[in-house]
């Protein structure tokens, strides 16, 4: 597809991030979620309109309303993914870091300046440990208060002890965000069950080979387990967005 001609006021070096691709719009939305495609899987037409209506892209518009992206705008919609699906970063705080990266106050190669700006810290514990509440709280920046509501709702399970596994970490990360979102509790219960469901259903898999309890047999069940983790997770997301996308036609 041939470049359209710039906005009115685009000569000049580009304002918006990244300032070293190319800013002519050359591509159709659809081939924008092809060249994104292998990195996020089940990134759809609709969610890149959205973030555009929240302001975090801005595609060059044709006189018939069609939009056309560019190289730099595909490389804005990558980082945009990659934050939200590796940092849990939420949206107005991804606008905010791309602010500063319009405006030259932060780069890409230094982003400390950008993680700032982030009320999730990107740190989790190392798999396999234990953490207490209060630890939680800090590496998630959330109230001790939450937390216990989320225990009491039955989402973290503390041990004997009252501690919890690493995995709590992401559990009330994305239970805040999709509270924040406006889900309610029960929602998200409803989502802990299932998953206590599918867990059973590998453990009862895998128990032939759970029994031998040898060294190699612990190994692949391991293995094993994190790869029907893996297929479950991503049948659960395509049935999931079919569904959404279905009753919202």
């Known amino acids: 597809m041939n470049p359209l001609p710039r906005r009115a006021g685009e000569e000049s070096l580009p304002s918006s991030w990244p300032h070293d691709l190319s800013?002519?719009?050359?591509?159709?939305?659809?081939?924008?979620?092809?060249?994104?495609?292998?990195?996020?899987?089940?990134?759809?037409?609709?969610?890149?309109?959205?973030?555009?209506?929240?302001?975090?892209?801005d595609p060059y518009r044709t006189e018939s309303n069609q939009r056309i992206f560019s190289l730099a705008d595909v490389e804005r919609l990558r980082f945009i993914l990659?934050?939200?699906?590796?940092?849990?970063?939420?949206?107005?705080?991804?606008?905010?870091?791309?602010?500063?990266?319009?405006?030259?106050?932060?780069?890409?190669?230094?982003?400390?300046?950008?993680?700032?700006?982030?009320?999730?810290?990107?740190?989790?514990?190392?798999?396999?440990?234990?953490?207490?509440?209060?630890?939680?709280?800090a590496?998630?920046?959330?109230?001790?208060?939450?937390?216990?509501?989320?225990?009491?709702?039955?989402?973290?399970?503390?041990?004997?002890?009252?501690?919890?596994?690493?995995?709590?970490?992401?559990?009330?990360?994305?239970?805040?965000?999709?509270?924040?979102?406006?889900?309610?509790?029960r929602s998200l219960r409803q989502v802990k069950n299932s998953a206590h469901a599918h867990a059973a259903n590998v453990a009862s898999h895998l128990a032939t080979e759970r029994a031998r309890n040898t060294p190699l047999a612990k190994e692949r069940v391991v293995n094993e387990s994190a790869e029907l983790a893996t297929m479950l997770t991503n049948l659960y997301r395509a049935l999931l967005t079919e569904n959404i996308d279905v009753q919202l036609r």
């Open 23 to 57: 800013h002519e719009p050359t591509l159709k939305i659809g081939e924008v979620t092809s060249h994104l495609r292998q990195e996020f899987p089940f990134l759809a037409a609709s969610k890149i309109r959205y973030f555009e209506s929240q302001g975090l892209i």
């Open 82 to 137: 990659v934050e939200q699906r590796d940092r849990y970063v939420p949206l107005p705080q991804i606008k905010e870091m791309l602010a500063q990266l319009d405006s030259g106050r932060a780069t890409q190669e230094h982003p400390g300046k950008l993680r700032a700006l982030s009320s999730e810290p990107d740190v989790r514990p190392t798999p396999g440990i234990r953490i207490r509440k209060e630890e939680l709280a």
């Open 139 to 185: 590496l998630t920046g959330t109230a001790l208060s939450e937390i216990e509501q989320l225990v009491d709702a039955g989402m973290i399970i503390p041990d004997a002890r009252g501690r919890l596994t690493a995995h709590a970490v992401d559990i009330v990360r994305y239970s805040k965000m999709l509270g924040e979102a406006g889900m309610d509790l």
